[in-house]
């Protein structure tokens, strides 16, 4: 496979399309970055890396942070355990809705909803020291990256706007199914959701949802096989919201997208790759992203249907 001429196609072929996304503005840190951006990192796992773009420069990877939380709390918590107060069902609603909660009890559809990343921050807080530390110290390692952090400015600037994820956790709050107190686990989402990462560090750390959970330089296991299963069923069938059915049928990997314009995809046994364009559709999830991508699974003829 000429992956090399594939990415210089798609390069070539993002430059001719109209990209009528928006960047987001909710979070006002976020609309300040340059709409112009592209980066794209394909890291097969026997043969090597491919890139082009601002696939080194390092973005907002928001809710893409929820598949790192959800695999943390997978290596410290029983699977029934976290599974009994999130649920794995594909939502079909935006990302930051209420409504489904209120008739459900308090119990978030996916783990990679707001909802369902809140009560898994509440999960971690109650099992780790240093949840903040901890939580830096996994993606790190799994990056293979110790200077990956978070962007100070964006944590803050998110803290001021977070009416809905205070009104999420209020909720489930009254459903009895947050434990710690509302602020800090609003901090610690938050936290997460402001960590920087590239295109190249990001598709390195997803190498454990495509190499049956071992870390793919070293062979170190970090997650059963099994339970990495797990993770890439639910990013198949959650990792894009309300977009999630669009997003298998013209891409066809599971994967996650993030506001900041980011969206990491997996395919099991092959590759992952990581695309980063600022402007996003109506759906929240990065529209040039995705549209590469789906010309990637196109080309190569690689997607996991
Ligand atoms: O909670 C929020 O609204 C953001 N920190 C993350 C949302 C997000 O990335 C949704 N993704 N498409």
């Known amino acids: 496979m000429n992956y090399k001429e594939i990415l210089e196609q798609i390069q070539t072929e993002i430059h001719t399309q109209v990209n009528t996304g928006k960047v987001a503005t909710y979070i006002p840190e976020l609309a300040k970055i340059d709409a112009e951006k592209f980066g794209m990192n394909l890291y097969c796992i026997n043969s090597g890396h491919y890139q082009f773009g601002d696939y080194s420069e390092r973005f907002s990877i928001q809710s893409i942070s929820k598949v790192f939380g959800l695999t943390l709390a997978m290596c410290i918590v029983e699977d029934n355990e976290l599974f009994k107060r999130v649920d794995v069902e594909p939502s079909g609603d935006p990302f930051n809705s209420l ?24 999960i971690l807080i109650s099992a780790l020291d240093k949840p903040k530390q901890e939580f830096l110290d996994f993606i790190r390692e799994i990056a293979d990256e110790p200077t990956i952090d978070i962007n100070p400015s964006v944590f803050e600037s998110e803290k001021k706007f977070s009416h809905r994820n205070a009104a999420l956790l209020n909720l489930m709050k009254s459903f ?10 609003l901090d610690f989402y938050i936290f997460q959701c402001a960590v920087e ?20 330089i070293t062979e170190k296991e970090i997650l059963p096989s099994n339970k ?23 891409v066809g990997l599971p994967g996650k997208s993030g506001v900041g314009g980011g969206i990491t ?7 992952t790759v990581t695309v980063w364009s600022p ?27």
């Open 176 to 185: 009895g199914n947050i434990n710690n107190p509302i602020e800090e686990v």
């Open 228 to 250: 990495i299963k797990r993770i890439n069923a639910i990013m198949q069938t959650c990792g894009f919201y309300d977009e999630a059915g669009e997003f298998t049928f013209r």
């Open 279 to 305: 402007p996003l559709n109506p759906k929240g999830n990065s529209e040039l992203g995705m549209y590469a991508l789906e010309r990637l699974t196109t080309l190569t003829g690689l997607s996991i249907f």
């Open 197 to 216: 990462m590239s295109c190249k560090e990001l598709s390195t750390a997803f190498m454990i949802y495509a190499n049956q959970g071992k870390k793919l």
């Open 265 to 271: 995809a997996v395919h099991p046994g092959q590759y």
């Open 99 to 122: 409504v489904q909660l209120e008739y459900e009890n308090g119990i978030p559809r996916n783990p990679f909803i707001n909802a369902g990343a809140l009560v898994v921050s509440d």
